[in-house]
């Protein structure tokens, strides 16, 4: 095992032909007679794994040199050891406020130096051990969430290929309704209301979270799912219930996380917990109506989850926007007025005031994710 490196600094070569003599049969050492000297072999490597430092020395003192090496982030971990003729109990506690580790007075006993440099050494070398470990569980943390991420993502990308296949009439709408989404969130982000509750983390679960809107329609009769045509009442009421489907889904995905990790997935996989609860919001509540005429739950304004209601605006426009078997598409401008007319009524106003801010992007967007 390589030994520990002391760097002693003192004006006094009889110190440091003293202090060399006592230290090298068990240390490496280095030695300089001055603060300025101290400070610019502390920048060579390898960094000593303690200083050994006198305070009265011409030029840059022992106080000015141990706040130079506490102000450098790649010294400031170094132990300081003050040895000097300076003993009043005010120099020491001056040397100690400013970071230094020891005050030992001159003159010293040998014995009691080598005692206290061990001390401070293996002191470090916890540290350092405990630094090390605390930065490899971190790493080890940030590779699991990296796995659960893919693994998600490509659970996520199964169940939308799923959803699709079930209704294949609207190809690209998962990836354009995921977009609008973004650029409607990204823009409310500016806004004092919203900075928090859709700062980058959030927003980026919900979004991932959009492709899920629709996966009650799973549980929809083919017969109502790929009629060619409009649906009766009887047929949209039940066509309606595909927000409850979904919703119920995913909760009962949550749940039996949990059973299986014997915790609440909000406790054991507080990730994933949060991605499932935004997916939950969206599937359940994106046809909510601002006005609280909407469905499932008929819920009004605020009531709305902030992700559904950024879903309901997506959804609309992208239905409206494209072709379906019972409509042809309409036209950018018609979409955007009954948008606007839709302001405090089907969708949030804070939603269209940024709908009608991006305009630009959506039409970006409809045009390069149009269905083939």
Same mark, same amino acid.
């Given at each position: 095992?390589? %030994? ?89 506690? %001056? ?278």
């Amino acid at each position: 095992m390589e %030994k520990p490196e002391i760097l002693i600094v003192d004006d006094e070569p009889i110190n440091l032909t003293v202090l060399r003599m006592l230290l090298a049969p068990t240390y490496r050492v280095r030695a300089c007679k001055s603060g300025e000297d101290a400070l610019r072999l502390l920048g060579i490597a390898p960094k000593p794994d303690l200083v050994l430092m006198d305070i009265m020395m011409p030029g840059m003192d022992g106080y000015t040199t141990l706040k130079g090496i506490r102000g450098n982030p790649k010294t400031t971990d170094i132990p300081v050891m003050y040895i000097s003729a300076l003993d009043s109990s005010i120099d020491e506690e %001056k040397g100690l406020q400013l970071g230094a580790v020891d005050y030992i007075g001159k003159p010293f006993k040998p014995a009691i130096v080598l005692e206290r440099i061990k001390v401070h050494l293996e002191l470090k070398e916890a540290r350092d051990r405990l630094k090390n470990q605390n930065e490899w569980l971190e790493a080890e943390v940030e590779r699991r969430i990296r796995e659960n991420q893919l693994i998600q993502d490509a659970a996520m990308s199964v169940i939308v290929q799923l959803i699709e296949t079930r209704d294949a009439d609207t190809a690209n709408h998962t990836l354009r309704t995921k977009a609008y989404v973004e650029i409607l969130a990204r823009r409310l982000q500016k806004l004092p209301g919203f900075a928090q509750r859709l700062d980058d983390v959030a927003l980026d679960r919900i979004v991932k979270a959009t492709p899920l809107h629709d996966l009650g329609k799973i549980g929809i009769p083919d017969a109502i799912l790929l009629k060619p045509g409009k649906l009766t009442p009887e047929e949209f009421e039940i066509m309606k219930k595909h927000c409850i489907i979904g919703g119920n889904a995913i909760k009962s995905a949550i749940r039996k996380a949990g059973l299986l990790t014997n915790s609440p997935l909000e406790e054991s996989n507080p990730v994933s917990f949060m991605f499932l609860v935004q997916a939950q919001e969206i599937a359940m509540y994106h046809h909510e109506r601002w006005d609280g005429t909407g469905y499932p739950e008929a819920l009004a304004g605020e009531a709305i989850p902030l992700s559904a209601r950024l879903m309901a605006l997506a959804d609309v426009f992208d239905a409206l926007t494209t072709p379906r078997v019972y409509k042809n598409p309409w036209s950018f401008e018609e979409t955007t007025t009954y948008i606007q007319q839709q302001k405090g009524k089907q969708f949030d106003p804070d939603m269209v005031d940024a709908f009608i801010a991006e305009q630009v992007a959506f039409k970006q967007v409809l045009v390069l994710l149009a269905d083939d």
